[in-house]
Each structure stands twice: as structure tokens, then as C-alpha cells.
């Protein structure tokens, strides 16, 4: 079972729990729905991409823990000691986490409540978790993330606390240094196993080094568009959910995220709510093609 987890900003939005369907304007977990602009807002967007990918792949949906935080971290902070308490009863299979709060012990409480686990689940993180993994030293108890450029810099950055701290300024990061970062942010004990860096040029890393590059299909238009990093983590955990190899998901889920953008045939004005629509057709024609 893939479980997906992560804050979402809206302030009624109680802990909830259960299993997700993803429809182009309604976002169903377990008794709660989001609609309009939540379907595709930051954890929501990776949730839905997750659930669309299941269901081009006809493997069950995903299940969801999610929890309102406006910025307080009391939403995360709730969520972290529900999983913590029920991850074992849960016993899900890979878990993600994404858009949450800096927090210090709730954290590394339910990770080791994971790693505690007789079989404990492929984790991935991307946004705020991601961060935090690094922020608390428990990066290589994780096994994929999912970070862009700058999020690599943080990650390469033995003595940065935050990201607004790290050697170089992150958004001068340049592509051609991805190589380099990788191995860095591996050799500190800042990376886990694998990772996919999201860029204009994809990459695939493996202990630090580069086993693939995704430059295609190519489309700037989608550079703009807020989310579609949120999309590929949630592709990539539906796929690597589905029992496929994980650097053949990594693989897949960058090529899919490209070819949904090809096929949505995006405009600076495109947002991500218009681009998940197309995933399903983009899994079945990656898939298809293996």
C-alpha cells in the first residue's frame, strides 16, 4: 500500500486519513474532498498525480494522511504523532512525505518508528520533509528524494541549518553542477540511496553518482509552471508502489511528467490543474513503450 502524507493550507482541514481518488475537480480522502484550486495545491498535487497514475496503471489507489497547517506547525506536528502511533497497524508499503513544518523530534520519532517496523516501507520526501530529513541528520534513512537544484545545494551543504544558508545561492544553481552536488551531499551523509534531481535536464542519482539523464521531451513551457515537481514525486511513488525496479520508475516517472506536459501542450498561462489530467495517457504510452 502506497501512503502519501503532508500538510495542506487550509485552516478547517481536521487529520484525516483513508484512501484517495483523484477526479480533474475533486480530490476524495477516505470522507473529505477538495475541490477548485486545493485538488492541486502542494501536497494535493502530488497526492492527485498519485492517484491518476494508479489508475493508468489499474493497481489500487493510494491512501493519504493529510492535516490543515496555515504555517503554525501545530497541523504537523498533530500529523507526525498520528503516524508515529498507527504506521505499524498501517504497514503500508512505501510511504512519501511532502509538504510539512520544521519539526525536530515528532520527525525523528515517526522515522524510527518506521525503521522499526518488521518490514519497513520505501521512503521518499520531497518539499518540507525533505528538508527536514537533512535539517535532523536522517537523510540515509530515507531511500529516494526528490529535490530540485536548489533543494540540492541545501542538501550538498555539510553546515547549512536551512536553505537561506547554504555556500551558494541556490537559485544560481546551474544544471552542470548537478553531478558534483550529488556526490557531495551523498558523501556528507546528506542524501539517501537514490534520487531524482528535477531540472530542465532530469537526473537519475545512485549513491551520489549519475546513472541517467531525462532531456526529453523537452518543454520550457513547463519551467513556469508551479507543481509539476510535486507531480513527478507523486508519479514516481505510485510507480516504485507498483513493484517496478527503482531506477526504472525514476526513469519513468521523469519521461511521464514531460509527456503529460507535451501532451497538455502548455502556455506560460497553463497551470498544474490543467496538467495532471494527462497523466494517465502519458503512463500508458511510457509504460507502454518498456
Aim: net charge negative; aromatic share 6%.
Amino acid at each position: 500500500m502506497l501512503l502519501l502524507v503532508g500538510t495542506i493550507p487550509i485552516e478547517t482541514l481536521p487529520l484525516t486519513y483513508g484512501t484517495v481518488n483523484y477526479q480533474p475537480d475533486k480530490l476524495t480522502i477516505g470522507d473529505y474532498t477538495l475541490e477548485g484550486q486545493y485538488v492541486t495545491l502542494g501536497t494535493a498535487a502530488m497526492i492527485s498525480a498519485a492517484s491518476a497514475t494508479c489508475q493508468a496503471l489499474g493497481i489500487p489507489g493510494p491512501n493519504a494522511a493529510v492535516v490543515g497547517d496555515t504555517g503554525m506547525g501545530e497541523g504537523t506536528m498533530k500529523l507526525l504523532r498520528y503516524l508515529t502511533e498507527e504506521i505499524a497497524k498501517l504497514s503500508p508499503s512505501v510511504v512519501t512525505l511532502h509538504y510539512i513544518l520544521p519539526t525536530r523530534d515528532p520527525f525523528i520519532n515517526f522515522i524510527n518508528a518506521a525503521h522499526k517496523m518488521e518490514k519497513r516501507p520505501f521512503l521518499i520526501a520531497d518539499a518540507g520533509a525533505l528538508l527536514n530529513a537533512k535539517a535532523v541528520k536522517l537523510a540515509p534513512k530515507f531511500d529516494l528524494f526528490t529535490p530540485d537544484p536548489g533543494e540540492l545545494s541545501f542538501l550538498a551543504d555539510p553546515d547549512a541549518a536551512h536553505p537561506a544558508y547554504v555556500q551558494h545561492f541556490i537559485f544560481d544553481v546551474d544544471q552542470t553542477e548537478v553531478p558534483r552536488l550529488s556526490q557531495e551531499a551523498y558523501a556528507h551523509g546528506d542524501a539517501p540511496q537514490y534520487m531524482i534531481v528535477k531540472a530542465p535536464t532530469d537526473h537519475v542519482i545512485v549513491n551520489g553518482k549519475v546513472v541517467a539523464v531525462i532531456k526529453e521531451p523537452n518543454i520550457p513551457a513547463l519551467e513556469p509552471i508551479g507543481g509539476t515537481g510535486d507531480t513527478i514525486t507523486g508519479v514516481v511513488s505510485a510507480l516504485i508502489s507498483s513493484g517496478m525496479d527503482v531506477v526504472e520508475a525514476c526513469i519513468a516517472a521523469s519521461k511521464i511528467n514531460r509527456t503529460a506536459g507535451e501532451l497538455a501542450r502548455p502556455t506560460p498561462a497553463t497551470t498544474i490543474a490543467q496538467f495532471i489530467p494527462f497523466i494517465p495517457e502519458a503512463v500508458k504510452k511510457i509504460i507502454g513503450k518498456k
